[in-house]
């Protein structure tokens, strides 16, 4: 009687479970209406389909599905394919009946397998076999826990309970996961050939007491990747950023719900083998992966934050690639669609007994741990490539940034993009793993899917070759620009520039990259089928077409060759071409940019030079001028100069930057109101201005201490043929003198910017 309770309880779950199934079966195979048979068809008229009705009866009482097709009405490939989707629809729908109508008779047809496997007896040989099993298990655990004990003992040294390095975590997982597969085998094994041993001929004691051991096998690989992979009792091995409650939630919710999906695939298993109906078998592995589905869904929606921190990574998600921070996003969006349309798609092929109908619901899981398995090892085996340069001084004070810190600092150029590749590479290979599991044959010799292989290879290749060109050309640049400020201190020109290499490394890197893309670009096209010749007749035409269409183009990328070739200038230096004047800035095929001292970025075309003249080349040398008054004491002035000189050589910061050192070169000129005295020295170009303050705050000091006086301008007005009474001068005098004196200093302010006389202008 308790039996009978139960059946019929799984009955009317098995009955509410296929009311769902009728409805995703609709949503996934559209019902294609038929079109009425045409007058013009005589074929098949109304008094043949009459003729053929008691057979069609027949037929479908039988449960078998009868479609009419009229010969004499021709079909295009539309209307074939619309044909073949509605028979595809007319098999679901009749095996969906066929299970409904044996639903109803699962317990009785499990009970007939039951009894059916040892004719004549009682059902206790189900507990000879749990019992059986149990045995074996409970030995081939001792053992196992024997062998672990003594791994324990002869591996201790591997343990690292502080580990530095990614190496020493990833290299200790691994470790551990194959310990624990070496003991699952062990303890599986041997309980197996225990059951092999005491079984004896009884196949249905056999058959259960090795479907148990099985699924103990099962899930013992699926706890041992799961805990190597979220490592919830090792957080200081912990390779994925997951905090520990949501690594150890995780991984006891994944487990459960992997052996519940495990005993109930066994169930199934067990009970084909015993031989029952195929319907019954059928309703089972239906109604278990549902239910595993909804409940991975569940989990999914559940750790979404918890698994998008992981998809994330370490750091600020800020300066994650948008991508990747999308996936983060939406991920349990995506895993709880698939979950639902695989279980729809896995029971459709169910139904229609196609294959491989099992699996498609954990294959996403299965591809991951596939991918994240071989991503480790590359990783390892990309660390033990680097370790050997890596020195790392780390003692207990030290944070893990400090340690990072140091990491990166000895970090190859090309160890991220190795990461990267093994990233990509493993990513491809789950990809294609999930690709075989849903029946796409990913190895065909021929064909779209060995064209579309073909093409990702060769854009795989070209990512590589792109990226180690770009990384390796910016680290060599980083190396020969100096650091300087780049927009300069607003007053005066920037003086040291680039070297050559630094300069011509951006025009030759982007060379290169534009080779890699049109280069891989035609390889994707010849290997699509696309005949890419055509695509080089077409390419020379164009080319003719800009040369004799684009001349001043032509002229400016071959004057800016031969300009780069004769060194020139380079970045960062400082030039006058006439017309502007300023830092260069950026360096392109046809043009360049200079940055004037106070902000205006001006592009030049290099065929628009005439003559260039380069203040930032080789050494620069400064003349600076002195107002003194007529009384100054000449040689005393140049003593001070001198002294000054030797002073300033051993300056603790500038001296360094003298070429030659501070000296004065006498007097100048002689002015109206003063005597000019110039004094000079040499630096390298850059350096000038910064000593340029300094010597003149020290002439300031040393002149104030030795009582010299600079002069200042004074302007001399004459009256001619008019006296100045005792009031002082009148108006029109006072005038005159003023614009006198307006007039001397706008001449002055004109020779100082290189402009007309104010007389002149005048």
């Excluded at 021929?446 to 390796?472: C, E, H, P, R």
């Excluded at 004074?714 to 005098?733: F, L, W």
Aim: net charge neutral.
């Amino acid at each position: 009687m308790t039996n009978i309770r139960v059946f019929d309880r799984l009955r009317a779950v098995c009955f509410s479970v296929f009311f769902l199934l009728i409805l995703s079966t609709i949503a996934v195979t559209p019902v294609f209406s038929q079109d009425t048979t045409s007058s013009a068809s005589s074929a098949f008229s109304a008094s043949t389909v009459q003729s053929l009705q008691p057979f069609l009866d027949e037929a479908r009482k039988s449960g078998a599905t009868v479609i009419v097709v009229d010969p004499a009405k021709k079909t295009g490939p539309s209307e074939t394919k619309l044909q073949a989707a509605s028979v595809t629809s007319e098999k679901v729908r009749a095996g969906l009946r066929r299970v409904l109508v044996n639903a109803s008779k699962f317990g009785s047809d499990m009970g007939r397998a039951l009894d059916n496997a040892v004719p004549g007896e009682s059902r206790f040989w189900i507990l000879n076999g749990v019992l059986l099993a149990a045995i074996a298990l409970l030995i081939g655990y001792a053992v196992g826990r024997m062998a672990d004990n003594w791994g324990r003992k002869a591996f201790a040294g591997v343990y690292n309970p502080h580990p530095v390095l990614r190496s020493q975590k990833i290299g200790y997982l691994l470790f551990r996961a194959f310990m624990l597969f070496i003991m699952a085998v062990v303890a599986s094994g041997l309980a197996a050939l225990i059951v092999l041993a005491i079984a004896g001929s009884s196949r249905p004691v056999l058959v259960t007491a090795m479907t148990i051991v099985g699924g103990y096998a099962v899930i013992r690989l699926v706890r041992l990747i799961f805990v190597n992979l979220l490592a919830p009792d090792l957080p200081e091995h912990r390779v994925i950023n997951m905090s520990d409650d949501d690594a150890l939630g995780f991984y006891r919710a994944f487990l459960g719900i992997y052996a519940f999906a495990v005993v109930i695939l066994g169930f199934c298993i067990w009970m084909s083998l015993l031989g029952i109906s195929k319907d019954a078998h059928t309703l089972a592995l239906i109604v278990g992966t549902l239910v595993a589905a909804i409940a991975v869904s569940v989990v999914a929606v559940r750790y979404r934050k918890a698994i998008a921190g992981a998809i994330l990574g370490f750091g600020d998600p800020i300066f994650k690639p948008w991508w990747r921070r999308i996936v983060a996003k939406l991920w349990h969006v995506i895993a709880v669609v698939y979950f639902l349309f695989a279980w729809a798609i896995m029971a459709v092929r169910q139904i229609l007994d196609l294959p491989s109908a099992s699996g498609l619901i954990g294959a996403p899981v299965q591809a991951l741990v596939i991918g994240l398995t071989l991503y480790g090892i590359l990783l390892l085996i990309i660390d033990k490539v680097y370790s050997e340069r890596l020195v790392v001084a780390a003692d207990e004070s030290d944070t893990e940034e400090d340690i990072e810190r140091q990491i990166s600092a000895q970090t190859p150029v090309f160890k991220s993009l190795a990461e990267h590749a093994a990233a990509i590479f493993a990513g491809v290979l789950g990809l294609a793993f999930l690709l075989a599991i849903w029946g796409v044959d990913v190895l065909r010799s021929d064909g779209f899917t060995n064209s579309l292989i073909s093409v990702i290879g060769v854009l795989f290749m070209a990512y590589i070759a792109y990226q180690a060109v770009k990384v390796w050309i910016d680290k060599e640049i980083a190396k020969e620009e100096p650091a300087m400020d780049a927009h300069g201190d607003g007053e005066q020109e920037m003086g040291t520039g680039s070297s050559r290499i630094a300069t011509l490394l951006p025009i030759f890197r982007n060379f290169l990259l534009i080779a890699i893309v049109v280069l891989a670009g035609m390889m994707a096209l010849a290997e699509m089928g696309v005949n890419i010749g055509p695509l080089f007749a077409s390419a020379g035409v164009i080319g003719l077409a800009i040369g004799f269409g684009a001349q001043s183009l032509i002229r400016d990328i071959f004057s800016g060759a031969f300009f780069l070739m004769d060194d020139a200038f380079r970045k960062g230096e400082y030039i006058d071409i006439g017309s502007v004047k300023g830092t260069v800035e950026k360096i392109s095929i046809r043009s360049f940019q200079l940055r004037h001292h106070n902000g205006p970025l001006n592009t030049v075309p290099f065929g628009e030079i005439r003559h260039l003249t380069n203040f930032s080349r080789d050494w620069v040398l400064m003349k600076l001028k002195l107002r003194v008054t007529y009384d100054t004491d000449v040689e005393k002035v140049r003593k001070l100069i001198k002294n000054l000189g030797a002073e300033l050589l051993a300056h603790p910061d500038l001296g360094k930057n003298f070429l030659q050192p501070l000296k004065s070169q006498g007097v100048y000129s002689m002015e109206d109101s003063a005597m000019i005295i110039r004094v000079k020295f040499m630096t390298k170009p850059g350096d000038q201005f910064m000593i340029r303050k300094l010597v003149y705050e020290r002439i300031r000091e040393i002149f104030e201490e030795n009582d010299i006086h600079f002069a200042h301008k004074e302007v001399t007005v004459r009256i001619a043929d008019e006296e100045i009474d005792g009031d002082g001068p009148t108006e029109r005098q006072r005038k005159a003198a003023t614009g006198a004196a307006r007039v001397v200093g706008d001449d002055e302010a004109a020779k100082a910017g290189g402009g007309k006389p104010g007389g002149d202008a005048l």
